[in-house]
């Protein structure tokens, strides 16, 4: 996946070959958008001066409004941490741990800078863990030395700091690479690669876990499912590594496997199978864990080119569903994942497979199922030569505009955090001011534990302090500037929404009338508090 930092982006994007088409208490505001549901979203509801739904005075009938695409009510922004081979987080491995947390909150605050909502942290790189496992060694990228103990449990930091800017945290897992050196023998002698050889298939110089193995769905759910249980995430993320990719030829050797769970089948179609039945049952898992826990894939960007099958993309790139078994689609039919973020590393124009057509196709993939769709963008790419379109600043921009045409579209998560850090182009600089102007509040996901809390109680204004009592179950909250004159659009789109702060605080810019609204994790949104400030 993203993992292309280190392992593809040195090969150029041609046509020609697959693999190139493989590709704290203070107040923080974060994307545009907030709102309630979907459904309550489409509702002419204002707010009268107790917060109560209502009429916001006897005369003052309640206007239409149009919603401005420009400033989408809730919008998921996010941006990947990836930590296999040092990519953007820890920086080098060996450093000490206030190094490494002082490079993280950089990472945050850079993101929060941007008005992104969300971060995709990898915490399982290959069979290892950037947390106290019982059930898998320490990462290498930590210390350098796989299986130390670096002497602190990063998760909860990890967590808790995304936390206190209003980042949703996704734990970001690869399911199936047992190691990136071929040498069992040179790993901790605790490492589930040493202790079941028999679960392992070297290729391509390569340690992977063969997915026709029950025993190895069961051991990736138990490990998906320990961080659920034990860590305050808000997210369960898979990137694109599945069976391998294509590689320097040779045989992915599960014939063994096959032969005894294949049961007459194709040996595509059983190692598709496999994949589903492990994304089936990590969903399954990690929601009986905590109902409100997400669970998404960001797929390889082509799910199958129309020349393989009449419903695929006009594209002739890589597939994913004959090159590494992935079927992005069942999951979406059958509704084994919340959300999916395909990876569409192209720019518009490139012939064989264009940023376009392919936005074009997965909103069409999605369409009338609870799935949400996320965009996965190529911010490393960026200012790469090998394809002029990215020496243009203005390219990563101009998908995000492209983006409005599809409903379906809910957000963009982009690769890496480097980059964020490094704006090449100044294209993410671009991107926050031609797109995210506004806070956003996450889209909601239909089926998933949560509920709106009691709107903030206490609420009043000291000078430009505007302050109030913490809301049960509140985790952050939403406040608006309401307008002088003309209707209160804020249930439509976030023209209005001037932050999101997770203190029950704010420091309101210039006198006027604001409306605070209390948000649980999911970001349920309560009905709305006004308050005045006068000086």
């Not at 850079?110 to 992104?116: M, N, Y």
């Not at 032969?259 to 199978?273: P, V």
């Not at 769709?373 to 490393?380: E, N």
């Not at 809910?410 to 955090?417: L, Q």
């Amino acid at each position: 996946m993203r993992d292309w930092g280190i392992m593809r982006t040195g090969r150029p994007l041609a046509a020609a070959t697959a693999l190139a088409l493989v590709t704290t208490g203070a107040a923080y505001l974060f994307g545009p958008g907030a709102g309630e549901s979907p459904a309550a979203s489409r509702k002419q509801t204002t707010t009268s001066a107790t917060g109560t739904s209502g009429s916001t005075g006897a005369a003052e009938a309640a206007a239409p409004c149009t919603p401005d695409p420009r400033y989408p009510k809730r919008q998921l922004r996010g941006v990947w941490i990836a930590t296999v081979k040092n990519i953007d987080w820890p920086s080098r491995a060996g450093l000490s741990p206030e190094r490494q947390k002082a490079d993280y909150v950089k990472i945050l605050d850079s993101a929060v800078k941007r008005r992104l909502n969300a971060v995709f942290v990898q915490v399982r790189p290959a069979s290892d863990a950037l947390y106290k496992s019982s059930l898998e060694p320490w990462s290498q990228y930590l210390t350098g030395t796989a299986g130390k103990d670096p002497g602190w449990d990063p998760l909860p930091f990890l967590v808790d700091e995304a936390h206190k800017r209003g980042l949703e945290f996704h734990a970001w897992f690869n399911p199936y690479r047992a190691s990136y050196d071929g040498k069992a023998a040179d790993l901790p002698a605790n490492h589930p690669a040493r202790r079941h050889p028999d679960w392992v298939v070297r290729h391509d110089g390569r340690l992977y876990y063969n997915p026709g193995l029950p025993q190895v769905r069961d051991h990736v759910t138990k490990v998906v499912t320990d961080v659920v249980r034990r860590y305050d995430v808000d997210g369960v993320h898979f990137d694109d590594y599945f069976y391998p990719y294509p590689g320097q030829g040779g045989r992915f050797d599960d014939a063994a496997a096959f032969a005894k769970y294949g049961k007459g089948e194709k040996l595509a179609d059983w190692r598709r199978d496999n994949v589903d039945k492990l994304i089936a049952e990590v969903d399954e898992a990690v929601h009986q864990a905590k109902g409100y826990v997400k669970f998404g894939v960001s797929p390889f960007g082509i799910w199958r080119n129309k020349a393989e099958d009449p419903s695929g993309s006009d594209t002739s790139g890589m597939s994913a569903y004959d090159a590494i078994y992935a079927d992005a689609r069942s999951w979406i039919k059958h509704g084994t994942v919340d959300y999916v973020i395909p990876q569409l590393y192209w720019p518009r124009g490139f012939k064989a497979a264009d940023y376009r057509t392919l936005v074009a196709w997965w909103a069409d993939a999605v369409k009338g199922t609870d799935v949400q769709l996320y965009i996965g963008q190529a911010l490393y790419r960026v200012g790469a030569r090998d394809d002029k379109s990215w020496t243009k600043p203005g390219e990563l921009s101009a998908h995000l505009t492209y983006n409005r045409k599809f409903e379906q579209v809910k957000g963009d998560v982009y690769f890496s955090a480097k980059q964020l850090l490094t704006n090449p182009l100044r294209a993410i600089d671009r991107v926050v001011a031609e797109h995210y102007t506004r806070p956003a509040l996450l889209p909601l996901i239909k089926g998933l534990d949560g509920e709106a809390p009691a709107k903030p109680a206490g609420a009043g204004a000291s000078g430009a302090t505007v302050s109030w009592t913490p809301s049960k179950g509140a985790r952050a909250y939403a406040v608006y500037q309401e307008p002088k004159s003309g209707p209160d659009c804020r249930h439509d789109d976030a023209r209005s929404l001037l932050a999101v702060v997770t203190a029950p605080s704010f420091t309101a810019p210039a006198p006027g009338t604001y409306l605070v609204t209390a948000l649980d994790r999911l970001q349920h949104e309560s009905k709305p508090v006004r308050v005045k400030v006068t000086g």
